[in-house]
């Protein structure tokens, strides 16, 4: 994000950098105006940060919150598989409210347990 944070927030535009070049990215491509910074703090402590992280991934996220995970998954899918930011957007959404993206940390989980 270019107003300072480590990810898309869609609190204001970005900047995504990819084999074809620097795109400026504003919340509009994401299908939302700009979103309140209030809207999408993180928990308190790690404990709440990893109740919320868990209520996004169950489909029980806010409009804003699962708007910026798709947007972030959205930009690691178009880098990785070399399509546009619409097409990321709809494989990020399908992901994450048939709880794909779930299934796919739930299995993670038992890869690090079984290591």
Do not use: A, H, L
């Given at each position: 994000a270019l107003d300072g944070y480590d990810e898309a927030s869609l609190t204001g535009n970005l900047k995504q950098i990819n084999k074809t070049g620097e795109h400026l990215l504003t919340p509009a491509h994401f299908g939302t105006k700009a979103i309140d910074p209030k809207l999408i703090e993180g928990g308190k402590d790690v404990a709440s940060s990893a109740e919320l992280f868990l209520k996004v991934l169950n489909s029980q996220g806010t409009e804003q919150q699962n708007k910026v995970v798709i947007a972030n998954a959205a930009l690691a899918i178009s880098t990785a598989e070399d399509i546009n930011i619409e097409q990321a957007i709809e494989k990020a959404e399908v992901s994450l409210f048939n709880q794909k993206a779930l299934?796919?940390?739930?299995r993670l989980k038992k890869t690090l347990v079984e290591a």
């Open positions: 299934g796919c940390f739930e």
